[in-house]
């Protein structure tokens, strides 16, 4: 159908979740939801550490001053076929490598800490329109190998595991572990 | 030695953590900060959930409104051995009964899903001077046999495990995770 002025409209629009404008963490919380919902895996994103200052009790209790505090932990955690799981979300603008300047240093301690308790902890990277799923076993290697401050978009392909969006799901970041982490379901009873 | 109007002084002070005025709250802090330095658990106090509305850029960051949010969640969580481990702390104040409504629907929902998921779910109770860790197993069967509002003094005595304050620790809550789940160290590393 031709409209005034040559605008064309097309009527038959594919849906593209990255479209609608989320972002990774978007994608990520919707996952989330949808693992609970569906009883695959219990995690939550953390709630952002704040330190009140004063409260304001008159209507009901509105937080008047507060401030943002550094988490000291990574965003995402909770449980997943019995293990301890914990990840990050990060987005990365570069085409060519992902700033290691990202990762703080209480974060990387953080993941070795919880790779030596027997827990799993990676990162979520998007990178050139593609996420995926690092490691912290691969990023600890990376550290001790490499004095460069980034990681190159190759080595993201090659150790990284991809992961897919998924229109109901948002981005399906189990099916990344249960790859990345094979033989490690320490839940007898599932 | 006697001091003037009948004062006595007693110069040789024990230090009874309770006297210091630490909470339940603060007690667990403290363990689990202490089992953080000595590599024993990684377990944090969850941050409170807060919905931001306002934030004053001009110096810093300052929130300038926010509310409190409800906890989807119980209080802490982390790893143990390989275990995924989530609690809460509950202050009672009653001498012969622990009041259920203390325990939200979604808390007792979470605790259920947790289990179910292979992961360690309990309260930590504190009642008549003692400690005492109750299983999220125990909790359940409880309010499936039982159609009261509360559970009776006897029955945390009966089936929970006490906790000990240690000068150096706090509440000494892992010896009672040991206690309490004897046999599911998941962790073949460690």
Redesign the interface.
């Known amino acids: 159908m031709k409209y005034p002025n040559n605008i064309q409209k097309n009527f038959k629009k594919e849906i593209n979740y990255k479209n609608r404008g989320m972002n990774l963490e978007g994608l990520i919380n919707e996952a989330c939801k949808y693992y609970l919902e569906h ?1 695959l ?2 995690i ?1 994103k ?5 330190g ?1 200052v004063d409260v304001d009790y008159k209507k ?10 550094e ?3 990574l965003d995402y ?8 799981v914990e990840f990050d979300a990060k987005e990365c603008q570069s085409k060519t490598s992902f700033p290691l300047n990202n990762i703080y240093e209480h974060q990387l301690n ?1 993941i070795k ?2 790779i ?4 799993i902890a990676f990162l979520i990277i998007s990178m050139n329109q593609g996420y995926y799923l690092f490691k912290g076993e691969d990023l600890i290697i990376f550290l001790k190998t490499h004095t460069r401050k980034s990681i190159p978009y190759q080595v993201i392909l090659e150790k990284g595991y991809p992961l897919k969006i998924n229109y109901n799901i948002g981005i399906d970041y189990l099916k990344g572990i249960d790859e990345a982490y094979k033989g490690v379901d ?5």
């Open positions: 009883d895996a219990i939550y953390k709630p952002t550490p704040i009140v009901g209790a509105i937080i008047k001053k507060a401030y943002f505090k988490p000291s932990t955690n909770g449980i997943y076929k019995g293990k301890y953080h800490k919880i030596r308790h027997g827990g320490c839940n007898n009873e599932k």
